[in-house]
């Protein structure tokens, strides 16, 4: 029984994430389907990459990750299969696979198979659909499409260093508005050098340690920490902290370290 993830930004609303699954269903009834999530800003590659890069390390070896992000036809997008680490991924060529690994993933294919002009508006139930059963059933790249030798390239907004002060942004809000930056402890650890911080935010917003859990604060007080995705996280125990200390997507986040 082959894994197949989901991750779209189709939403929950409509129709179309449920005829996706019964797609892949048709074609492979045994199939075991995992939602990572439907919940993607329309388009928002870079969100989309946050989330999958988290999640896809968890899934057994073989597991196939089907993206449907910006995926609608274009002249100047192909479509492609990749695997990568021993995981398989199926999407669109617009960036999102610059932007999901750290390094240049092993095989990419471009997608050969027939467009059924039906679904010409929706390839996700078409092509996607075709090459991820595919791969699920233990099929080859090679038997899918044909090799390319680069990938569409997108660049993260990655933080600034200037001397003692890294300047980062939001780059991700969770279910329980935890607000999580794109500025990572490898880089936090890198530049501090076991000297104090403090973290800016906002017009007067600060925090001055790092917390190992979020109940280490008492309940309403917030915090900071690296949370399971080794990003710097802001919190509030028990609370929202993306509306309570106003904190969106893109908005600017500041550590200053002390000598």
Same mark, same amino acid.
């Given at each position: 029984? *082959?894994?197949?993830? /989901?991750?779209?930004?189709?939403?929950?609303?409509?129709?179309?994430?449920?005829?996706?699954?019964?797609?892949?269903?048709?074609?492979? @009834?045994?199939?075991?389907?995992?939602?990572?999530?439907?919940? #993607? @800003?329309?388009?928002?590659?870079?969100?989309?990459?946050? #989330?999958l890069?988290?999640?896809?390390?968890?899934?057994?070896?073989?597991?196939v +990750?089907?993206?449907g992000? $910006?995926?609608?036809?274009?002249?100047?997008?192909?479509?492609?299969?990749v695997?990568? &680490?021993?995981?398989y991924?199926?999407?669109? $060529?617009?960036?999102?696979?610059s932007l999901?690994f $750290?390094? #240049?993933?092993e095989?990419?294919?471009?997608?050969? =198979?027939?467009?059924?002009?039906?679904?010409? +508006?929706? @390839?996700?139930?078409?092509?996607?659909?075709?090459a991820a059963?595919?791969?699920?059933?233990?099929?080859?790249?090679?038997?899918?499409?044909?090799?390319?030798?680069?990938?569409?390239?997108?660049?993260? /907004?990655?933080?600034?260093?200037? &001397?003692?002060?890294?300047?980062?942004?939001?780059? %991700?809000?969770?279910?329980?508005?935890?607000?999580?930056t794109? =500025?990572?402890?490898?880089?936090?650890?890198? =530049?501090?050098?076991?000297?104090?911080?403090t973290?800016?935010?906002?017009?007067?917003?600060?925090?001055?340690q790092?917390?190992?859990? %979020?109940?280490?604060?008492?309940?309403?007080?917030?915090?900071?920490?690296?949370?399971?995705?080794n990003?710097?996280?802001?919190?509030?125990?028990?609370?929202?902290?993306?509306?309570?200390?106003?904190?969106?997507? *893109? $908005?600017?986040? &500041?550590?200053e370290?002390?000598?």
């Open positions: 029984m *082959g894994i197949i993830t /989901l991750t779209t930004d189709l939403g929950l609303k409509d129709f179309y994430q449920s005829a996706l699954k019964g797609s892949l269903l048709s074609l492979m @009834p045994n199939v075991n389907l995992v939602d990572i999530t439907h919940e #993607v @800003p329309s388009f928002n590659i870079s969100y989309a990459a946050f #989330v890069k988290n999640a896809y390390p968890y899934f057994p070896k073989n597991t +990750h089907l993206i992000i $910006d995926s609608v036809y274009s002249e100047n997008t192909k479509y492609i299969a695997k990568h &680490r021993d995981h991924f199926v999407g669109a $060529d617009n960036g999102i696979f999901l $750290d390094d #240049v993933p095989d990419v294919v471009e997608l050969n =198979i027939m467009q059924d002009l039906k679904y010409l +508006h929706f @390839p996700l139930v078409d092509i996607f659909v075709k059963t595919h791969l699920a059933k233990g099929g080859k790249l090679k038997e899918i499409g044909l090799p390319v030798a680069e990938i569409e390239q997108k660049m993260l /907004l990655h933080p600034v260093i200037e &001397r003692d002060v890294i300047r980062g942004s939001v780059v %991700y809000i969770d279910t329980f508005c935890n607000v999580i794109n =500025i990572t402890k490898d880089l936090f650890t890198k =530049i501090q050098k076991n000297r104090d911080f973290l800016h935010f906002r017009k007067s917003e600060t925090i001055t790092l917390s190992w859990h %979020y109940n280490e604060v008492q309940e309403g007080e917030k915090l900071c920490l690296f949370g399971i995705s990003h710097l996280e802001i919190a509030i125990n028990k609370g929202k902290a993306s509306g309570l200390l106003g904190l969106h997507l *893109g $908005d600017i986040v &500041r550590v370290f002390h000598s």
